[in-house]
Each structure stands twice: as C-alpha cells, then as structure tokens.
C-alpha cells in the first residue's frame, strides 16, 4: 500500500485526483503501478487501476490475471470494479473506502455480485487513515 501511496502522490502535478494502485503477481513480484491520469491525458478511463491492469496484463501477456492482488488507495469505482472482475484478479485490497463511488463495498459492490462469474476477494482499510488523508489534503489545497 504504501508504494500504492507514492504512485497516488504521481498523480497531484497534473492536477489528477491522488489515487495509486500496485498488480502484484501470484507470488508478490511487482508486475504494474499506475496512478490517475484523467487530467494528463483527457481519458475518462485512465483511473489508476485501469492503468496498472493494462499494464500488468501487457507485461504477462494475457488479460486474465489470475492469482493475481490489485493493491489501491481508494475503494474501486463501478468502471474499475468491472475490469477487476473481467481480468479475473484473486484479490482486491484497498485502503480508503469511497461513499460517494465505491463499488467494493461501500455503495455497491459489485465485485462479489453472486451473479458473476467472478468474485475477487475484498479486503479493505489497508492504511485507510494514511490514504484518506492523502485525498483529503488534495481536495482542501484545490
């Protein structure tokens, strides 16, 4: 989480919301990061974990991404939470939970929708306070 904090901190220059988020592989190695980049780039989809799992799958060279962990700092939106369920990642562990947009658990959640045919497993409030507070100081200095 706490590389998934630096990668949030990438985000602030362009202007982009500080989210970060870290694929890890079946056996911890590092395979992608991201950040949010809307801003930077104009594209309403480039959301930190959109991008690390884009990445993460270009570098395996596969879109499924079992045994894999999505480490974030903000509980997935709806966008983010379906692409966690169609790359097929074990695991889902974020830090802040988001009641505007969550969709992990908060608001919905989608990702262990018994209708599915996927279902990663959540777990939440990884350094929630740390993450919260990144976000925070965000939107009071903007």
């Known amino acids: 989480m ?3 904090l630096a990668e949030a901190a990438r985000a602030v220059p362009a202007g982009d919301v ?5 694929v890890l592989g079946p056996d911890g190695e590092i395979l992608a990061t991201g950040y949010n980049e809307r801003e930077a780039t104009g594209d309403p989809t480039a959301h930190a974990e959109v991008l690390a799992l884009r990445r993460a799958a270009a570098r395996l060279g596969e879109w499924r ?3 894999c962990t999505l480490v ?3 509980e997935p939106c709806v966008m983010c939470a379906g692409a966690l369920v169609q790359s097929r990642v074990a695991r889902v562990v974020y830090g802040a939970d988001d009641e505007k947009a969550g969709a992990a658990g908060s608001l919905w959640d989608l990702v262990r929708d018994r209708r599915l ?4 497993e959540v777990i939440r409030g990884v350094l929630a306070q740390e993450c919260a507070r990144q976000l925070t100081d965000f939107f009071r200095d903007r």
Not at 18 to 22: F, K, L, N
Not at 117 to 120: E, M
């Open 2 to 4: 706490r590389l998934a």
């Open 18 to 22: 500080p989210v970060g988020a870290v």
């Open 65 to 67: 991404l079992p045994g």
């Open 72 to 74: 974030v700092t903000l």
């Open 117 to 120: 045919n996927h279902r990663p």
